[in-house]
Nanobody
Framework: VQLQASGGGLVQAGGSLRLSCAVSGRTFRNSVMGWFRQAPGKDREFVAAIKRNGGYTFYTDSVKGRFSISTDNAKNTVYLQMNSLKPEDTAVYYC???????????????????WGQGTQVTVSS
């Protein structure tokens, strides 16, 4: 299984970006797809996730109402639409996947077996 993240960049505060994560080697069926981020000097933190079965979505409080996670099952791709970006959103963003996870583990990076390479998001003030 390989995950390829893309879409990061430099944007002004208030702007938008859409991150993409293409998954190869396995279909989305029964998966949980997540986005995490890591700022310099900080731990990796949960951002958002989506359960393929049922389409349930999960967000950390700081991005609710601004970020939206979705999938294109035909393309085996998961997206993170980020609107109203703030300087504190600056980080390297990673996509992650797992096919054997209980719901309570979704925000934990340790629960994901597969990771993309990360894409830098920089929000200027």
């Amino acid at each position: 299984v390989q995950l390829q993240a893309s879409g990061g960049g430099l944007v002004q505060a208030g702007g938008s970006l859409r991150l993409s994560c293409a998954v190869s080697g396995r279909t989305f069926r029964n998966s949980v797809m997540g986005w995490f981020r890591q700022a310099p000097g900080k731990d990796r933190e949960f951002v958002a996730a989506i359960k393929r079965n049922g389409g349930y979505t999960f967000y950390t409080d700081s991005v609710k109402g601004r970020f939206s996670i979705s999938t294109d099952n035909a393309k085996n791709t998961v997206y993170l639409q980020m609107n109203s970006l703030k300087p504190e959103d600056t980080a390297v963003y990673y996509c992650a996947a797992d096919w054997n996870m209980i719901q309570s583990s979704i925000p934990s990076s340790r629960a994901y077996d597969y990771w993309g390479q990360g894409t830098q998001v920089t929000v200027s003030s």
